[in-house]
């Protein structure tokens, strides 16, 4: 027994030791630069999350080429992803293998160099947080984590790691992003932006929120987008969903994601939603439902958007309002054969105030006007927004800037905004208001 745990462990230190080569000689591929915002808090480690293919792995290798840019050598930082047959069976006594080795390799930098590890995949090793917690204490070292949302949740990983780890959430592209990617991003301020420019970002604008930001699907059109982008949402489903949490009602579980992919930025009631699967003789109780839209929320294939209300009992039976990961879902979804151009763009700003670090909700007030977010940015500086796709027509503009005016009764330090494709002439409304070109808004620094 104690030759064939030897045996293995030599084989772990082989296959360890060429990966730690192979990795350390391979150029940093290109990639597009991502703008997430990676936490610096000495002694902690950092774990990038978010859904699949999103771009996880492309980031650290990102955080690397700017460390090297920075001066690091490249000796100095290891790349080791744990996704690899040849280390199946791994346990957590084992993962000491991969810093004795790396060490082996460079033995002049142990003690003396502050070395960068970025870990991809460890979670498929149990107990890979205690690994992680004691290299901490004990080598000179920045780590970075990434890996399944199956595994890799941050609540999660905040509890096992006891307050080690600070997470960067990776979403797919924002629309700076895209557009960077294309080569198209704009190097002036808006102010200087040519009638040329401003058509082009509008242009590129609604075509981002038909496609989407994730980077693979970029280039992908027709039926090929639309197969690759469910099976996204197929994977996510299965592995971090069904598999993770052992759901015994599949069937429930995918009318739920339906239901919510199809109506983007809609409201979600579980009573509502839990009568319609009796009325399709679909068996479910409230409770399971509750825990489903949890699980999609943990797999960051959704998320959902409280009432913005200091009353605990008000936050739970009002219902939530929705949003996919990506507007790029929402055309896959939606069989409705309607432009969806609102509740994408209404999509795109809420994506894009969880980039930016805001706390979200949404406003009804007491004479039943609703306004679209009320978000409160690090720090504490508060926005009412709404979004509509045009504000040129005058009916629609006095409705969206009516909401906007009782909600800051309730709200009165709050900045207002209408963000909006096509807004109204003139910026300044009713004194308070002030429309903003989508365009500009998402591309503010």
Known sequence: ????????????????????????????????????????????????????????????QQIMQEHEQEGMRREEMLYFSFEDERLGGMRSGDLHLVIEEYYRLHPGLRDRTKALFCFDEIQVVPGWDTFVRRILDSEQCTVFLSGSSARMLSREVGTSMRGRAVEAAVYPFSFREYLRHRDLEPTERPERWTKAVRSTLRHELGEYLVYGGFPESLGVRGRDRMELLKSYVDVALLRDVIERYEVSNPTALRWLVRRLLANPAGSFSINRFHNDLKSQGITAGRESVYDYLGYLEDASLLSTVPISTTSERRRMVNPRKVYPVDTGLIDCFDRSGKANTGHALETCVYLELCRRGHEVAYVRTGEGYEVDFHATDPEGNEMLIQVCATAADRKTLAREVCALGKAAEEHPRAELLLITMEPPEGKELSGKVRAVPAEEWLLEE
Do not use: H, N, W, Y
């Open 1 to 60: 027994m104690q030759a064939k745990v030897v045996a293995l462990e030599e084989q772990f230190s082989a296959t360890i030791r060429q990966k730690i080569v192979d990795s350390q000689a391979r150029p940093f591929p290109v990639f597009t630069r991502r703008d997430t915002r990676i936490p610096a808090i000495p002694g902690k480690a950092v774990a990038v999350i978010g859904m699949r293919r999103a771009g996880k792995t492309t980031l650290l």
